[in-house]
Every structure is written in structure tokens, then in C-alpha cells.
């Protein structure tokens, strides 16, 4: 089978390797001609996502896989086309179709009889019926469900495991009509291994959904409840912190009872599941109200983090401190909607003179950010834990000469290689 994969960004590029270890001939598309070169060199461009390196140079060796920037000319020679195309909402919570519109419009230039075509960016519940199957059909003269076949299939992966999320978890198709949600269905079938999984209510799998409306509920369904949870064990922290509790406890009490999962409390979980998705759903239900608050909790988690060094402190005018962290979680280079902005955002409007470390960024990445990058062994009067990189597990004392107060937002530093120094973690009583 010849496959078009749109977007060779953290999940699009692992997609399209993943087809190729399968003996499909891939061709990835991308608009970075950059992205594109090095991916045709078998060199992966962006770090940190397990097995990819190894995979992308096997399939680049065997011709299962090429990149191009020519979308409309790789659908026009493929039986398939996958969307991976970031889709993000403005500061209104409006989605932003901007880029996820132009790949459209060179996907259906290319569109031929018999291709199916499956959007898994996160959408809106409506999107594929409503917005693409009408923008496929104007220019490319073919009616969706007849000529050609639409689902929506909703990436269930995390960046760094990509490949193994593939596996683990069941591959959710729907579309426009039974026609399309039975090709989809083959289609992944074809392309996919999965792990076996007794834990699951039917066996592990492609699942067929019937309808693009029901598969794009689910996607913003698991998000948006991830984000209400996560919003619920931050307030659990923030008043164990007043009881002079560690919630840390608590939820691991709490989560020994089965059907029980708190999530770990912490500075606002970035990337672009956790806090763009539930916007997405508030854009289907504004009358969410729970839904709106849980996002305006997590949201407001920077700001906890820094009223925290404050009282350690007093003041924050003209101190020094830095932030630990760029990427919204450790181990991934990607800043998307991380907890660092609002970090720094915060604290500057305390007056505090803020720098950022993070072992994954150079100097030159952190200023293209925004940032004034910090180098261990400068001297600092404070520090936010934001990220928990695995580098962070062995700080001390000595990388931060003169500190005197430490808020750890993500459980990741050791508070027995701080003597002496005022640490406070979120959700647990002062030291």
C-alpha cells in the first residue's frame, strides 16, 4: 500500500516509520524543507523519542520511506492519506485551523477515486463532517463517502514512547459513513500491531467507533477528564499545604482502591493534549462549567508555584531566580503551552530577575524563547522546579551558590542535597 503521512512533526514522522516497518511505501510530507532533508538523510530531527532514530534509518535504507514538500503530489500517488497537522486555539479558546486548512486544500488537489483519507489531530466534535469533507469536495471535485473515504482517528500517544503507545492502546476509527469507518478500520489493521491487553472490554485492537463525531468525542473526552483530574489533585495541594499534609500521601492511598486514579498534583501540564483539548470541547460546550474551571485551576498553577517561593522569601524584587525546566515534561524537547511561560511570567511581575536552565535547550534556543539562559553554578536567591528531567535527580546545593528557598513543582529534586535551604515541594508541608 503507497501512504501519504501530512506533518512530519513528534507523532506524524514515528506514524509514517511506523507504516514503513510494516512494508508499506511511505512518503511523508512536511512543509520544513529542513525537516524533510534530514529525514531523507535517515536522521531524525528532533531528539528524545524512543527507537526512532534506529527505525527512521532502517525504513530511509530500504525505501520504504521518503519525505517531500510537495503534498499534492504524494496524495495524488498514494492509497492513503494520514493528517498529523497541529491544530492550536487562540487566547480566546478558539481553534486555529489556519495550517490544518492549507494542508487540506493541497490534500485535495491531489485527491484521487478509491483514497481514503484519516484526520488524527485532535478536533473539534463536527470537524471532519462539517469542515474537511466540505473543503475535500469543492476542489477536488469528488463527493466524500462515495469517491473517496473520511475518518477521524485520534492519535493516542505520548511523545518519547510513540511506538509503544501504538501498541498498548486500542486505534479508534469513525467515519462519515459505514463505507469510510470499514476502510478505516483496514487500514489500521494493516498498518498497526497492538499488545495483547485482557484488561480492556474488547480485545485490543482497531475499534470501530461508527461515526467521526463519536471517535472525536473520545479523543476530547480522555483529555478533557485527564485535565479535570489533574485540576482536582491540584486543589487537593493547595489545602494539604495549608493542613500541613503531604498529598503525595493521600493520593497513594487513595489510588490502592480500585477504579481510583488521582493524578500528582504540580506546576500546569503543558504540550498539546492537556491544555488545548479541553478548550476544544468548551468550543462544542460552553456551558461546561466544570470543564472551565478545572482548565482555570491548571492555568493558575505558575502563579501557586511562585506565591510559594514568595512567602519563603519576602519579597521577590530584584532576586535572582531560576526556573529548572523549558519542556512541559521531562525528557521531551517541546515547549508547547509549557508551565514555563506562566513561571517566568509570574515571577517577573514580582520583580524578580529570572533566568532558565534547561539541559535539553542551548543557550541560543532559550533566547529564541524569550529567556535569559542560566548555567548551574550561578549564583541565585531562589529556584522553581518546572520540568522533571531526569538531570535535575541529582542538583545540589552547590549548582546554585547562595540559594535560599527551593519550590519543587514536580516531585523530581532531592531535598537531602539541600541542607540548610528552604524546599518546598507542591502539595506538601513546609520543611
Keep these: 500500500m503507497k501512504i501519504a503521512v501530512v506533518a512530519l512533526g513528534k507523532i506524524g514522522l514515528p506514524l509514517a516509520v511506523q507504516f ?5 511505501h511511505v512518503i511523508g510530507c512536511d512543509v520544513n524543507q529542513q525537516a524533510v532533508d534530514l529525514v531523507n538523510a535517515g536522521k531524525e530531527p528532533f531528539p528524545g523519542e524512543a527507537h526512532l532514530d534506529e527505525y527512521l534509518k532502517e525504513v530511509i535504507a530500504s525505501g520504504h520511506l521518503t519525505a517531500t514538500t510537495d503534498t499534492t503530489l504524494a ?10 497537522v497541529p491544530l492550536f486555539v487562540n ?13 487540506t486544500t493541497k490534500i485535495a488537489a491531489g485527491l484521487k477515486p478509491g483514497t481514503l483519507v484519516s484526520y488524527e489531530t485532535t478536533l473539534p466534535v463536527g470537524t471532519t463532517r ?16 462515495k469517491d473517496f473515504s473520511l475518518v477521524f482517528s485520534p492519535e493516542r500517544v505520548l511523545t518519547g514512547r510513540v511506538f509503544a503507545d501504538l501498541r498498548k492502546y486500542p486505534k479508534l476509527v469513525g467515519g462519515i459513513d459505514a463505507k469510510s469507518t470499514a476502510a478505516g478500520v483496514e487500514f489500521y489493521e494493516a498498518v498497526l ?6 484488561d480492556l472490554v474488547q480485545p485490543n485492537g482497531v475499534w470501530d467507533l461508527g461515526t467521526a463525531e463519536a471517535s472525536e468525542m473520545a479523543k476530547l473526552a480522555e483529555t478533557t477528564y485527564r485535565d479535570v483530574n489533574i485540576a482536582l489533585a491540584n486543589q487537593f ?6 493542613a500541613n499534609i503531604d498529598i503525595a500521601k ?3 492511598a487513595s489510588n490502592s482502591q480500585p477504579y481510583s486514579h488521582i493524578h500528582q498534583p504540580g506546576i500546569a501540564v503543558g504540550g498539546h493534549c492537556i491544555p488545548i483539548y479541553p478548550r476544544f470541547y468548551l468550543w462544542n460546550d460552553p456551558g461546561a462549567t466544570v470543564v472551565r474551571a478545572a482548565r482555570e485551576a491548571n492555568a493558575a498553577m505558575p502563579a501557586h508555584a511562585v506565591s510559594i517561593l514568595k512567602a519563603e522569601l519576602g519579597s521577590l524584587t530584584g532576586k535572582k531566580v ?3 525546566g523549558i519542556s512541559y515534561r521531562g525528557g521531551v524537547k517541546e515547549s508547547a503551552f509549557s508551565g514555563v511561560f506562566g513561571t517566568v511570567a509570574a515571577l517577573k511581575a514580582e520583580g524578580a530577575i529570572v533566568t532558565v536552565h534547561d539541559p535539553m535547550y542551548t543557550d541560543a534556543e532559550s533566547e529564541r524563547l524569550g529567556f535569559s539562559p542560566h548555567h548551574l553554578g550561578t549564583a541565585v536567591d531562589g529556584v522553581v522546579l518546572q520540568a522533571d528531567h531526569t538531570e535535575y535527580t541529582s542538583l545540589s546545593a552547590s549548582d546554585f551558590p547562595s540559594v535560599k528557598a527551593i519550590v519543587d513543582g514536580r516531585r523530581a529534586l532531592d531535598s537531602s542535597r539541600f541542607p540548610g535551604v528552604a524546599f518546598r515541594v507542591i502539595g506538601a508541608p513546609a520543611r
Excluded at 500491531?193 to 485482557?198: E, T
Design 20 to 24: 514503513a516497518m510494516k512494508g508499506h
Design 130 to 145: 462539517t469542515r474537511f469533507a466540505p473543503a475535500l469536495e469543492k476542489i477536488s471535485g469528488l463527493t466524500a463517502g
Design 91 to 103: 487566547n480566546e479558546g478558539i481553534p486555529d485551523f489556519g495550517w490544518m486548512d492549507e494542508a
Design 75 to 84: 496524495v495524488s500517488q498514494s492509497d492513503a492519506v494520514v493528517v498529523v
Design 237 to 242: 495541594a493547595i489545602f494539604a499545604e495549608s
Design 322 to 324: 531560576v526556573v529548572l
Design 193 to 198: 500491531d497492538f499488545d495483547d491487553r485482557p
Design 250 to 252: 493521600v493520593i497513594a
